[in-house]
């Protein structure tokens, strides 16, 4: 559900459509004083509501957390009868979703996304969980909300640079998929990043329905859905190598640029595609290459060790044109590239 001020209308959507007796708001303690508090305020008008707040952060994304949370709820005496609202961006949903479906063996939820990122991409999906010293989103589960609402209106907080990387999943989703998408997403950068409601309205509304899309047809990840990861097996590693210093739209911007250049050099992506994607993404601010302090010797011992690797051989999702992903002879929608290849895509 999409639209301009749902917020206000939170108790009613949630009795119609995730009736609880008690209602926990999980989210950050950059999102609580924001809207977390006011939320719960107004669901007390309809059950019991508790807020449960962690700190922001992708690196307050572990067990730790969770465990903190779920401690939190069973001394509240949240039961069976009780729902969970994630309201934040993505560390919020991961998080607030893996409890939801683990607490007391699973218990409904819905997705409250507050960054564009959450709204585009996080939210959609059905994927929870936390990050381990190991890597990223090693530990979790496959859980669907009941509802996602999305309200553009908490989007006037959100600082310029998230906007940015946001819009790096929406390019991502016209370059694989779409390209009248594509010359849109690019031709809407300045409304966009003046936070225009009207063109965020369109970007949401477009995104949604082609991650929806994509993962309807798979939604454990077999096939198709490998598409989505198109500029993240690099994106993954540079936000291990960098320490999650750089936001995850702009590693996946950076793993965009460089995977398409790996394939360019394989004869897999139209040259002409290249320098279109780099167009795009510096448009909206975006970076194009790794930092200086990322080597490449370092990103691809990553690389490994990413769980979205079989057989200790790096996979990519390679892009075909603008709006057309390669797919192998095979079928397959991912494949192997020689080191020195991806050496040469993500030199910085
Ligand atoms: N489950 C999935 O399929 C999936 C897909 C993509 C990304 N992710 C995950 O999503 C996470 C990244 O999500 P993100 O970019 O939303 O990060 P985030 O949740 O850390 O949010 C970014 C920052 O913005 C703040 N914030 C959130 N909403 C705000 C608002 N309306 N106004 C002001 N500040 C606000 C947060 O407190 C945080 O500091 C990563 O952990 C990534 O792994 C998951
Ligand atoms: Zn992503």
């Not at 206000?8 to 609880?20: G, K, M, T, V």
């Not at 908490?154 to 999943?169: F, I, K, Q, V, W």
């Not at 139209?270 to 194009?288: N, S, W």
Request: with cysteine.
């Amino acid at each position: 559900m999409l639209g301009d001020g749902l917020l206000a209308h939170l108790p009613q959507l949630l009795s119609r459509h995730c009736p609880a007796e008690h209602y926990a708001v999980i989210t950050d303690s950059t999102v609580a004083p924001l809207y977390g508090e006011a939320a719960a305020a107004a669901l007390r008008g309809v059950a019991r509501a508790t807020v449960v707040t962690f700190p922001s952060g992708e690196w307050n994304k572990t067990r730790e957390t969770w465990a903190g949370i779920t401690d939190r709820l069973l001394a509240a005496g949240v039961g069976r009868d009780g729902a969970i609202v994630a309201l934040g961006g993505g560390v919020v949903g991961d998080l607030a979703g893996f409890v939801a479906a683990s607490y007391l063996r699973g218990i409904p939820y819905i997705q409250v996304p507050t960054t564009l990122l959450a709204m585009i991409d996080s939210s959609i999906g059905g994927k929870t969980g936390v990050d381990t010293p190991a890597g990223k989103n090693l530990v979790g589960a496959f859980y669907q909300p009941r509802l996602v609402i999305a309200d553009l209106a908490t989007l006037a907080t959100l600082p310029p640079n998230h906007l940015a990387a946001g819009m790096a999943e929406a390019i991502k989703h016209g370059a694989i998929a779409d390209r009248v998408y594509y010359q849109r997403v690019h031709a809407l950068a300045p409304r966009v990043l003046s936070g225009d409601r009207g063109a965020l309205h369109e970007v949401v509304e477009r995104s949604v329905t082609i991650k929806a899309g994509v993962v309807g047809e798979d939604e454990r990840e077999r096939g198709r859905r490998a598409i989505l990861n198109f500029g993240h097996t690099i994106a993954h590693a540079l936000e291990a190598v960098t320490g999650y210093t750089l936001l995850h739209g702009e590693a996946v911007a950076i793993g965009m640029a460089a995977e398409a250049r790996l394939g360019r050099a394989l004869g897999i992506t139209a040259p002409e595609a290249v320098p279109t994607l780099l167009r795009t993404l510096e448009t909206y601010g975006l970076p194009t290459r790794s930092p200086a302090d990322a080597d490449a010797g370092r990103l691809l011992e990553s690389m490994r060790h990413d769980k979205k690797t079989r057989e200790a051989s790096v996979r990519f999702a390679l892009l075909k044109t603008i709006g057309e992903m390669h797919r192998e002879p095979t079928g397959e929608w991912t494949r192997t590239a020689p080191e020195n290849a991806i050496r040469a895509a993500i030199e910085p």
